[in-house]
C-alpha cells in the first residue's frame, strides 16, 4: 500500500524537558561549574541526534495491507495491519490513530486513537499481522480513510508518522438484544412466498404473545371474545423457516425493533434455520450462512439513518 511522506514533531515531552535545560543552563554560566556544561552538551547533543533515529525507526517500515472488522454496537471494532520491515532493521514503539474519517450515514463522530494505548514492534526482515481496536460509534456505515502510523522511539522527544490511505467501508451494526423467543417458525417447503400468510401443516396449539412480534398469526377470534393475545402454533413440512417482517413490529421504536430483529439473526446462524428479512424496500430470499447474515445485519445497520439525515 501507498504511503505519504514521514514526518517529524517535537512532543510534548519539550514542555518539561526544555526548561529544564535552560535550567540547566543558567546554572553552567552563573557557576562556571564545567561538569554542569558536559552534562548539558550531552544531554543536547543526545536530543539532536534522536531526531535521525526517530524518523530512520519508520522510513523501513510498509503497510501491505488492511482489514477492518464490521462489529455490533457496543463492541470494539477490530483492525488487522499487515506490516513488513524489508530493510532489515527492527521497528520499535508503533502507535496507530485514524485520521479524516467521514461518519457515513451515521452522524456522530468516533474517537480517534486505538484503545488500549499499546506499542508494538516489527522484527528486522519480517512480516506481520498486528490487531488494534476502536471504540464503536452508533450503528450505520462508516468510512475508513486513512491509517496514521507514528512512533516516538527511543528517547520520546520527537514522534515521527506517516500517513496510508485506505479508503474502506465497515458496518456498525445494531446491538443484538431483545426477545429470545422466536416470532414465529414456519415449515419448510410451503410454496408461498416469503412473507405470505400461507401456514404449516397441523394446528399444534397457541402460546401467549410476545410483544414486537408479526401479527399474522394472532388468534383474532379468542381475542375477540375478550381473551389475551396469542399466537397460533402450527407444525409440518421437514424443517423450520423464519421469516422477518419489520413492517409488522409496530409496537417497538426502531431502535428496539433493529436490535430484535439483530438478535433474531443471529439466534436463526446459531441454530442453523434459515430465514428471510423484509426492511422496508430491503428483501433478502430465504437463506442462511456468513453471506447472508452479513447482508441482513447491513441492511439493519442503514435502516432509516438515510430519513433521519433528511428530516434533520
Same mark, same amino acid.
Given at each position: 500500500? /501507498?504511503?505519504?511522506?514521514?514526518?517529524?514533531? +517535537?512532543?510534548?515531552?519539550?514542555?518539561?524537558?526544555?526548561?529544564?535545560?535552560?535550567?540547566?543552563?543558567?546554572?553552567?554560566? !552563573?557557576?562556571?561549574?564545567? #561538569?554542569?556544561? &558536559?552534562?548539558?552538551?550531552?544531554?543536547?547533543?543526545?536530543?539532536? %541526534?534522536?531526531?535521525? $533515529?526517530?524518523?530512520?525507526?519508520?522510513?523501513?517500515?510498509?503497510?501491505? $495491507?488492511?482489514?477492518?472488522?464490521?462489529?455490533? &454496537?457496543?463492541?470494539?471494532?477490530?483492525?488487522?495491519?499487515?506490516?513488513?520491515? +524489508?530493510? =532489515?532493521?527492527?521497528?520499535?514503539? #508503533? !502507535?496507530?490513530?485514524?485520521?479524516?474519517?467521514?461518519?457515513?450515514?451515521?452522524?456522530?463522530?468516533?474517537?480517534?486513537?486505538?484503545?488500549?494505548?499499546?506499542?508494538?514492534?516489527? $522484527?528486522?526482515?519480517?512480516?506481520?499481522?498486528v490487531e488494534v481496536t476502536f471504540p464503536?460509534?452508533?450503528?450505520?456505515?462508516?468510512?475508513?480513510?486513512?491509517?496514521?502510523?507514528?512512533?516516538?522511539?527511543?528517547? =520520546?522527544?520527537?514522534?515521527?508518522?506517516?500517513?496510508?490511505?485506505?479508503?474502506?467501508?465497515?458496518?456498525?451494526? @445494531?446491538?443484538?438484544?431483545?426477545?429470545?423467543?422466536? +416470532?414465529?417458525? $414456519?415449515?419448510?417447503?410451503?410454496?408461498?412466498?416469503?412473507?405470505?400468510?400461507?401456514?404449516?401443516?397441523?394446528?399444534?396449539?397457541?402460546?401467549?404473545?410476545?410483544?414486537?412480534?408479526? #401479527?399474522?398469526?394472532?388468534?383474532? /377470534?379468542?381475542?375477540?371474545?375478550?381473551? @389475551?393475545?396469542?399466537?397460533?402454533?402450527?407444525?409440518?413440512?421437514?424443517?423450520?423457516? *423464519?421469516?422477518?417482517?419489520?413492517?409488522?413490529?409496530?409496537?417497538?421504536?426502531?431502535?428496539?425493533? *433493529?436490535?430484535?430483529?439483530?438478535?433474531? %439473526?443471529? !439466534? &436463526?446462524? /446459531? &441454530?442453523?434455520?434459515?430465514?428471510?428479512?423484509?426492511?422496508?424496500?430491503?428483501?433478502?430470499? *430465504? =437463506?442462511?450462512?456468513?453471506?447472508?447474515?452479513?447482508?441482513?445485519?447491513?441492511?439493519?445497520?442503514?435502516?432509516?439513518?438515510?430519513?433521519?439525515?433528511?428530516?434533520?
Open positions: 500500500m /501507498k504511503r505519504e511522506a514521514i514526518r517529524l514533531r +517535537p512532543t510534548g515531552l519539550w514542555l518539561v524537558f526544555g526548561p529544564i535545560l535552560m535550567c540547566m543552563l543558567f546554572a553552567a554560566v !552563573n557557576y562556571s561549574n564545567n #561538569l554542569v556544561y &558536559a552534562v548539558l552538551y550531552l544531554v543536547a547533543s543526545l536530543s539532536f %541526534i534522536s531526531i535521525f $533515529h526517530t524518523w530512520r525507526n519508520l522510513a523501513s517500515l510498509r503497510v501491505e $495491507h488492511f482489514r477492518v472488522h464490521s462489529a455490533f &454496537a457496543g463492541e470494539d471494532i477490530r483492525v488487522e495491519i499487515y506490516m513488513s520491515a +524489508p530493510a =532489515g532493521k527492527p521497528v520499535f514503539g #508503533l !502507535n496507530f490513530a485514524r485520521l479524516g474519517e467521514e461518519t457515513g450515514l451515521s452522524r456522530r463522530p468516533a474517537p480517534l486513537i486505538a484503545r488500549g494505548g499499546r506499542t508494538f514492534r516489527v $522484527h528486522a526482515g519480517d512480516s506481520c499481522s464503536t460509534p452508533r450503528r450505520g456505515m462508516y468510512r475508513f480513510e486513512t491509517l496514521l502510523v507514528k512512533s516516538s522511539y527511543p528517547f =520520546g522527544l520527537f514522534a515521527a508518522s506517516f500517513r496510508v490511505p485506505v479508503d474502506t467501508v465497515y458496518y456498525v451494526y @445494531p446491538q443484538p438484544k431483545g426477545k429470545d423467543l422466536w +416470532p414465529e417458525l $414456519h415449515p419448510s417447503g410451503d410454496n408461498g412466498s416469503p412473507f405470505s400468510t400461507k401456514p404449516g401443516d397441523d394446528f399444534s396449539g397457541v402460546r401467549a404473545y410476545m410483544p414486537g412480534e408479526s #401479527l399474522r398469526h394472532v388468534d383474532w /377470534k379468542a381475542y375477540a371474545r375478550g381473551r @389475551p393475545l396469542s399466537i397460533k402454533q402450527f407444525t409440518g413440512g421437514d424443517g423450520r423457516e *423464519l421469516w422477518l417482517d419489520a413492517a409488522e413490529m409496530t409496537r417497538l421504536p426502531l431502535e428496539d425493533r *433493529l436490535s430484535q430483529l439483530s438478535l433474531w %439473526i443471529v !439466534n &436463526a446462524e /446459531k &441454530a442453523e434455520i434459515p430465514y428471510a428479512l423484509k426492511l422496508g424496500r430491503t428483501t433478502l430470499p *430465504l =437463506g442462511l450462512g456468513v453471506e447472508q447474515s452479513r447482508r441482513a445485519l447491513e441492511a439493519l445497520a442503514v435502516a432509516g439513518i438515510g430519513s433521519e439525515k433528511r428530516g434533520a
